[in-house]
């Protein structure tokens, strides 16, 4: 059973990163105004939301696992307290410093209509922050974390995020953005 609970937390755990990953991707390009090739605008921020939500969950079966795994050692206090962890405290703080964002991250988009719009971007700009962190926690904690196809992974998955960072922040999208706002005015 052991063997079991620690396979199932690195499965959920590799899971919840590619699923937070995508959500990442598609944040980007709905934040954009573009609709994605075949797919209207309003589905963009649909799937990513549903992605979002089910990379959360992936991370509670990953954090969830880990505690009731007796190998791993993880109490509840190290999930929720950054770097006091008893083993590799400086990943392991990682990835609570990440689980601790996406706790926010969600709560803000469950309160999105009672917290409103500023307050729910300014925390959900946490994002940029959170996806990097558990990254690093990923590869520096994982046990998959030095492995060639998780480091092919890690390296492609880095490209496409910074790249669609990159676009984001150009002028042309700003240009995008300036043009919708004057259309919705």
């Given at each position: 059973m052991n063997e079991a609970l620690w396979a199932f937390g690195r499965a959920s755990g590799i899971i919840a990163l590619i699923l937070f990953t995508v959500s990442v991707l598609l944040g980007i390009t709905n934040r954009s105004g573009r609709p994605l090739?075949?797919?209207?605008?309003?589905?963009?921020?649909?799937?990513?939301?549903?992605?979002?939500?089910?990379?959360?969950?992936?991370?509670?079966?990953?954090?969830g696992t880990l505690i009731l795994d007796p190998f791993s050692?993880?109490?509840?206090?190290?999930v929720v307290i950054p770097f006091v962890g008893s083993f590799k405290p400086l990943w392991q703080g990682l990835g609570t410093v990440a689980f601790d964002l996406v706790i926010a991250i969600v709560v803000t988009g469950l309160l999105r209509r009672r917290i409103g719009a500023r307050a729910f971007r300014f925390v959900h700009w946490f994002t940029y922050v959170m996806w990097p962190v558990a990254m690093l926690h990923s590869i520096g904690?994982?046990?998959?974390?030095?492995?060639?196809?998780?480091?092919?992974?890690?390296?492609?998955?880095?490209?496409?995020?910074?790249?669609?960072?990159?676009?984001?922040?150009?002028?042309?999208?700003a240009e995008t953005a300036r043009t919708r706002q004057e259309t919705l005015s």
């Open positions: 090739p075949g797919m209207p605008r309003f589905s963009v921020s649909l799937v990513h939301r549903n992605v979002a939500l089910l990379a959360s969950v992936f991370l509670v079966l990953h954090v050692k993880l109490t509840l206090t190290d904690n994982g046990t998959n974390g030095t492995s060639g196809w998780f480091i092919l992974f890690s390296v492609v998955a880095t490209a496409l995020v910074l790249a669609a960072i990159i676009w984001r922040l150009s002028a042309r999208f």
